[in-house]
């Protein structure tokens, strides 16, 4: 067992080891001193070889030299069958030829690059060679609508498409299930994908980036081995470093991708480390997609001088006044979301009546009080003050109205969201979060509905799966945080695959001076220069190093037309009271 280290003895004579730290170990097994006696279970047998023989893949593909079966591009279209009647790009053809020449794979083009169509034609080619007969794909829900109408798009008699409710259907050609509902469905699913050869798709594959550690990726694992092909789409495949990339490669090919990745990167040459495991993924950069680039900038916002107190009391550096409460805001300062809450505005650190409740500003703002205890300022912080986020926001979204231009605002925080839809009311702002009861109404007046000139979501919720570059090319980062994967996918939901030659597209990200915003920015940046240089891509590098540019509001709307807004928002409100 010292030579499993990943395993653990069960009882004096068992021992329980994971698959993949089993088939990274297996050469352990040639010095068991009784060779005669080392009994196999059949289908277990079976299933290491299929993993040892995908190894030997692996070390050709590292080693330069070609895969057994190197499919053309040019060949591509002739492989799908008659029933294929998807248009395929030539990257998407070179994709798919790359996929189909490694058997097990990756596809880490970026969003926006048609994955979900390549995946399908690969499906489509395996069908016909009859080396697969259906495909289970976890994904999460927002790209439901993507397979279902891409299968629709893709063939002359589409597929049986089912999401998993109870079991998946003896009949179903692909098989849908989230992420959160894989672990409690492990059973029936091992089940149907030993019934058949079946290819197995993980959509958004960063979701399991915890590998076995997490829920998510202990199921993948627990599922991965008995699919005929494994398949991972990320468009993001190393948000956090180099462990993410190990976690996804070790789905792909147990056992030997996480030493795969741990070789390349130990060094510490990234641009050696691209050029080891680049053999193993293929992948489509925005410059590919021939997209006109993405203007990425960021306005540094000064903090009013309560706000700036109040932060930094909740950070331990205290005024005088602070000093007599600094337990209170110690307690408040120590979790990290709270801070970035804060930075945008300390009140939302304060409990409403719901987790939807806005915060409803004086209008005209109270006189700051000299002296006195910071605490119950800190409480009423909405009376003296609004904070300058929401004022940048509303000056951005004010300008590109009268422009003529959507604008996208991503807040993490439910009840920012609820404060932005408020004072963004006379742009009749489409609102999405995970509360929003109808999302897909939402989504359908942002785009159709003139007058709604803005939809205000987190990335969360509306990161992942869904196009708004045909409507919007305006983008405003209320917060961020260290998810550097998120932060790439919400950027990609206005500068995607179809958007028009000449578009600009502009990303506001909006810093507090001093606050936790810019600590957020320095690791962002140095997570998204890692991803560039592991996957040899520039376009992700560059997101790295934006602009800087000044404020909007104090050259166009300033705070008195704040303000004034905000008075008539709440005149407007009381009218309605009277009615």
Known sequence: MARFPAGRMVDQLAASIPIDGFVAGIAALAEWPDPEHVLWEPDFEVLIVDLLDSADDVDKLLSGAPPDQVINPADVRGMLGVDWTGDLTKFQERDVARLLSMKHGANFSVPGAGKTRVSLAVFAALREQRRVSRMLVVSPKSAYEAWAEESQVCFGEP?????????????????????????????????????????????????????????????????????????ILSGTPAPNGAKDLENLLS???????????????????????????RPLYTRTTKHELGLPPVQTRIRMLPMPPLHREIYDALIGTMSPRAEAESKDFEALGRAVLRLLMAATSPALLVEGSSAYEPLSFQVPPLDIPEGGPLWPLFRRL?????????????SIVAANAKAGRKTLVW???????????????????AVVHGGTADREEELRRFREDPDCAVLVSNPATLGEGISLHHVCHDAVFVDRDFQAGRYLQSLDRIHRLGLAAGTKTNITVLIS??????????RLAKKLTFMGEILDDPSVKKLADPEEEPALFAAGMDQDDIHALLAHLSGAANRQELL
């Open 159 to 231: 597929p049986s498409v089912q999401i998993l409710e109870k079991r998946p259907a003896a009949n179903a050609d692909i098989v849908l299930v989230n992420y959160e509902r894989l672990d409690r469905s492990l059973g029936v699913l091992s089940d149907w994908l030993k019934a058949e050869p079946s290819i197995l798709v993980l959509d958004e594959a960063h979701r399991m980036k915890l590998g076995g550690a997490g829920v998510y990726g202990a199921a993948c694992i627990a599922l991965g081995p008995l699919s005929r092909v494994r398949m």
């Open 251 to 277: 789905f792909v090919w147990p056992g030997f991708g996480r030493r795969v990745v741990t070789q390349a990167v130990g060094g510490g040459n990234l641009a050696y480390a691209s050029s080891v495991l």
């Open 382 to 394: 909405p009376q003296y003050e609004v904070p300058p986020k929401y004022q940048e926001t509303v």
């Open 411 to 429: 807040a993490s925080f439910v009840r920012s969201i609820a404060t932005l839809q408020t004072l963004l009311s006379p742009f009749q702002p």
């Open 513 to 522: 001076e001093g606050t936790v915003d810019v600590i957020v920015a320095d």
